[in-house]
């Protein structure tokens, strides 16, 4: 009878065991998805605080593009005018030749072979260069 008794006490230690296994195992489940579920709150948080940050730029923007100063600002721009403002062009003199405008001569930068491969070792660009 005895050795049946301690037959039962090992099954029962046993199965405790392999209870606190699956509870671990189960518990460390857990804390993984945790860690995950925080990681993610943590990003949609970071995204809707720019998506609140870009709704008060857009709203911003509504609220000038639907006042009086952005309609004055518009209509002076294409050249419109108030009544009773006379609109006055100014027009350059008769005969005048306008100005040449020139285009900036670009002078390509000339980098040596050595250079190059300084550029890809030491992660300099090429305004850093000697």
Do not use: C
Not at 44 to 68: F, P, R
Not at 94 to 101: C, V
């Amino acid at each position: 009878m005895k050795a049946f008794n301690r037959g039962w006490r090992i099954a029962l230690i046993v199965l405790g065991l392999a209870v606190l296994f699956l509870l671990i195992v189960d518990f460390n489940g857990r804390m993984s998805e945790l860690r995950r579920l925080t990681a993610e709150r943590e990003r949609v948080g970071a995204q809707v605080t720019q998506l609140v940050e870009t709704k008060t730029v857009l709203e911003t923007q509504i609220a000038y593009a639907t006042s009086d100063a952005a309609v004055a600002e518009w209509a002076y721009g294409n050249k419109q005018v108030r009544e009773g403002e006379n609109l006055v062009v100014a027009l350059p003199p008769a005969g005048a030749t306008p100005p040449a405008t020139t285009a900036p001569m670009i002078t390509p930068q000339v980098i040596h072979n050595w250079q190059v491969w300084l550029m890809l070792f030491a992660d300099q660009t090429a305004s850093d260069l000697p």
